[in-house]
């Protein structure tokens, strides 16, 4: 190779190099030896890869996740990244696993950039297309109808040249169907700023500092995706059609979150879509169509799925007490950085976040070191720089009718109007069906649209670039350019995210040392008999786990066992994981340890897993009640102690049923507990749920339910409290006598306004006025009251009534606090607007009294809060008496089961052959789910008849078994989870479309 050639070839090399090398570094300084990459939200199924691939095999019936649910998240698309870190796990410690995937992202995606700018700048074609006028080196537009009359993205003379375009090629002799391309130093320049602004900048720094899976790998594969996509418009050759494929498919873990890969495949609908509307044609409608519909066939096997989730699954989503205290305020922090000064720098909520600091034992700002670093002079006004830049950059692909360039700025908009558009429509408001849903799903569109929009930045950057260099025609002159650039840009990108070579890319606080006791106690359950497994204590409902090994995230230990596990996380995905805390937390602190023990055996607990690492971050640790649960686990004699490694202990719970089985006996009611804290039809046998036996309308009163609380005027002598339940029609009505009511309009709680922010940043504000109390806060304070009410007693049961006016911001939250145990007996968050909401709080095995109620108003950053309370009134109510009123038939309906199950063979984890005898009620000990199914075997394929399906105990799956033709015969059962194949038919599918692709041949030009 003579030196000429390779300082042609040399720029080619040394910007990828470069590339590798500050990525490289990145990951060095980012990477803590011996450490896990574990906390926050994160995926790690290296602790068992056996089950993990369980798992993604049988993926719509997350048997694991508590009492078993329907998959709201799409695991099963997770299944490429398993198969990379299994390989990897053959040559690389457990340790390093996932810190290699997350690596890899990282790398992954500055390269791809670089490639997808270099294609755009450069426009390059394939040997033997034909050729036609040919446009300029960037792809340029004429009009509609001009389009693809030409090859649009033929590489011609240099930018803005007013002569007519010629090939290179043909100038210099060469045959018409062998092209070749220079490759200028202003492309290679170009691409490489835009690859490195890709890599240094907030975005990038909030998708990686907590990492969860599938936003590094949307990182790592979206450039990559449109490259192939551009490809594809410009040449079509079949190795791009399966590079596409191939890609799509590694890309597949985006969709852990389905939401994710929807915006995604909204931006490549969008990207394709106005590609074909600059340049109409039969031929790249044609091709737009097969990368749509590729991409569905290819993501099919857990689009089905999903589809089925939100379908039968979005009503308790959207339900669930996490999210209904939690996607309220997730909308407001983000709504405070959806203005464009946020959206440019893309600076979003989670540098608002707080963490809990284990050496002060309190909260302090995640992202410390970057708020600290963003105040430092120069820091703000270099990455507007950088902003505008890319702004520019667009505007130039406007006024030079870029074809791609337009398509890429039509993405920009489309997640600018998502990330911004929070300020102009309020997505927690939408009135049409599935609007809940929707706006569950874009309670926080930065962790959705950013990275899209960060590519789109990128683009343009370096586009910037690539048009002033190139529009620069003295030689001395465009060589000083590129050399200023070379060195002026990196350093402002670096400068502006110095820490991240610091080692603040990833934060240190998910970089830690896993206890060997885990190691010991997923190797003892794995070796052992399998059942359900809760882990204790059971400190506060959010799913996240703080432990005195510094670990806080949403939690781990299920990745590790086979075996199903209990833990808070789940809740938002089954009513049912939900109702075992709330009745089991229940019992626990309302000192009854048999309803404790009850609702383990309720619910099929078969292992109490006791973490005493678990604490309450920055409160006292005594609301943990260990000591309590280690005194009821010890000296029950349904429980025994099996092992204990450490801080670790696992007991034994004794559970005489199988996961399949039939009670002796069982009773019928007409009664719905979900979300109660009690359960009071347990107690007297297994019973199912049947509209035509007797009727408790009163004994559930949580607000989700059927039974809507009211009170008339307390200032009269016939002041009543009412129940209504609205799916029986039932009506109760009690005088309400010796009511304690706080006159507001007086005052109450605290003399002045108190800021309960930790940091007392921003303001709050208290006023008393003609109806009530007024609360303010502004700038993120918080402001703070309580109501005491010392002689309410624990064995009391009363309604507390609160009214009042939200005016702006988040509406005001209240806790309930139980002085004797610390816990909170009762946490919501008002509506929005007036309201005048009624709670029921259950009495307590407890001695004495004694409550306050916590009032908070919370304002975030740019949403100032105001709320009015007017009201606070307690009714004492006789909870015994409402819960024994019936409707209906007099007394329970016991019936003898006349039924025994012989056998049971577990096939996968979602079918059962089930050999019984006699005819009566069995039961799966899975949650209930309209899509298991039970048929006798055997059965006609042409005429299936389905077994009558109940539920069991309020959770359980039971059918209802008739007497065999044959006297004194046993029958089979098969039970099955149908949904399953969805999953499974959409696999199909897709293995089918690539092999398509695979063995398809190539047309000729």
Known sequence: MSFKKFLKLLPKIIFPLLIVLITGYLCFKNYTPGTYLIGWDSLHPEFNFPEAFRRVLEGVWRGDQGVGAIAAHSHMADWPRIVILWIESLIIPTSLLRYSYIFLCLILGPLGVYRLMKSIMLGVTRAGEPQGRGSELVSRWKGPG??????????????????????????????????????????????????????????????????????????????????????????????????????????????????????????????????????????????????????????????????????????????????????????????????????????????????????????????????????????????????????????????????????????????????????????????????????????????????????????????????????????????????????????????????????????????????????????????????????????????????????????????????????????????????????????????NPQAFINTLKKYQVEYVLLDESLINAGGSDAISYIPQIKNILDTSPDISKKAQFGFMTIYKVNIPEGEVSAPASFNKYNADLTYSEIDPLYPQGTYIEDSSSTTYPFINFDGRGDVKISASDTGTSSAQVKFVNTATNSTAAFDIQNPIINDLRQGGGQKEAVNCDLYKVGSVGKELTGKGILYTADGGGVSCDNLDYPDLKYSQSFVIRVSGQNLKGRSLKIYLFNWYTGQPVLQELLPNGNFDNYYFVYSQNLQGGGYSLNLE????????????????????????????????????????????????????????????????????????????????????????????????????????????????????????????????????????????????RQKNS
């Not at 939100?310 to 405070?336: C, D, K, M, W």
């Not at 791609?404 to 997640?415: K, T």
């Not at 002159?477 to 650039?485: P, R």
């Not at 299936?944 to 105990?953: E, G, I, Q, R, T």
Request: glycine share 8%; proline share 5%.
């Open 146 to 591: 001009a389009g693809e009359r030409q090859d649009p993205d033929v590489v011609a003379g240099p930018v803005g040249s007013s002569s007519r375009p010629t090939f290179l090629a043909a100038a210099a002799g060469a045959r018409r169907d062998s092209l070749r391309f220079r490759h200028p130093l202003c492309v290679e320049l170009a691409a490489f700023l835009a690859a490195l602004f890709y890599l240094l900048n907030l975005g990038t720094l909030q998708q990686f500092f907590v990492p969860f899976e599938m936003f590094p790998t949307q990182f790592a594969f979206l450039p990559w995706l449109i490259l192939f996509v551009i490809k594809i418009f410009r040449q079509g050759r079949k190795w791009d059609y399966i590079a596409f494929a191939l890609l799509t498919i590694l890309a597949s873990p985006q969709a852990y979150a389905a939401t994710l890969w929807y915006a995604y495949f909204g931006a490549l609908s969008v990207f394709v879509f106005v590609y074909f509307i600059l340049g109409p044609s039969k031929k790249i409608f044609k091709k737009g169509l097969s990368l749509i519909v590729l991409t569905l066939l290819l993501n099919l096997y857990w689009i089905l799925p999903n589809i089925y989730s939100v379908i039968y699954q979005s009503a308790t989503v959207i339900n669930a007490n996490i999210n209904l205290l939690f996607t309220p305020e997730a909308y407001l922090r983000n709504l405070g950085y959806e203005g464009l000064r946020y959206v440019l720098i893309q600076k979003n909520f989670l540098f608002d976040w707080r963490a809990f600091n284990y050496s002060t034992n309190q909260f302090t700002d995640l992202m410390f070191t970057w708020n600290r670093w963003l105040s430092v002079g120069g820091v703000l006004p270099t990455l507007y720089v950088l902003a505008g830049i890319s702004v520019f950059g667009a505007i130039l692909s406007i006024i030079r009718k870029d074809r791609i360039g337009v398509s890429i700025l039509a993405v920009a908009l489309y997640s600018l109007f998502f990330l911004a558009g929070g300020k102009y429509i309020n997505f927690q408001n939408l009135h049409f069906p599935g609007g809940s849903i929707f706006a569950e799903a874009l309670r926080m569109p930065f962790t959705k649209f950013s990275i899209i929009f960060e590519l789109t930045l990128s683009v343009f950057f370096g586009y910037f670039f690539f048009v002033i260099t190139s529009f620069t025609k003295l030689k001395f002159l465009k060589a000083f350019l590129e050399i200023l650039l070379l060195l002026a840009v990196p350093s402002a990108l670096i400068f502006t995210t110095l820490p991240m070579f610091y080692g603040n890319l990833i934060s240190p606080i998910v970089r830690r040392n896993l206890p060997g006791e885990y190691k010991k106690v997923f190797s003892w359950f794995n070796s052992n008999a399998q059942g359900r497994v809760t882990v204790l204590p059971e400190i506060n409902l959010w799913g996240w786990d703080y432990h005195s090994w510094h670990y806080e995230g949403s939690g781990f230990i299920s990745f590790g066992l086979s075996d199903p596990l209990l833990v808070r996380d789940f809740d938002r995905w089954s009513s049912n994981n939900e109702d075992f805390y709330t009745q089991s937390s229940f019992a626990l602190y309302a000192n």
């Open 857 to 1000: 108003t919370r304002s975030f950053v740019g949403v100032p809060s105001e709320n009015l309370l007017t009201k606070v009134e307690i009714y004492p109510v006789n909870y015994g008496l409402l819960s024994g009123l019936e409707e209906g038939p007099v007394g329970s309906e016991l019936t003898a089961n006349f039924i025994a199950v012989t056998g049971v063979r577990k096939y996968l984890g979602w079918i059962y052959k089930v050999d019984t005898k006699g005819s009566g009620l069995i039961q799966l000990g899975q949650g209930y789910d309209n899509g298991w199914v039970a048929l006798q075997l055997p059965f006609n394929v042409f005429h299936l008849s389905f077994l009558k399906h109940v539920k069991v105990d309020s959770w359980a799956n039971g059918w209802i078994v008739p007497q065999s033709q044959i006297p004194d015969s046993g029958s089979r059962v098969l039970i099955i989870y149908l949904p399953q194949f969805l999953e499974w038919e959409g696999a199909l599918v897709g293995v089918f479309v690539f092999l398509a692709l695979v063995f398809r």
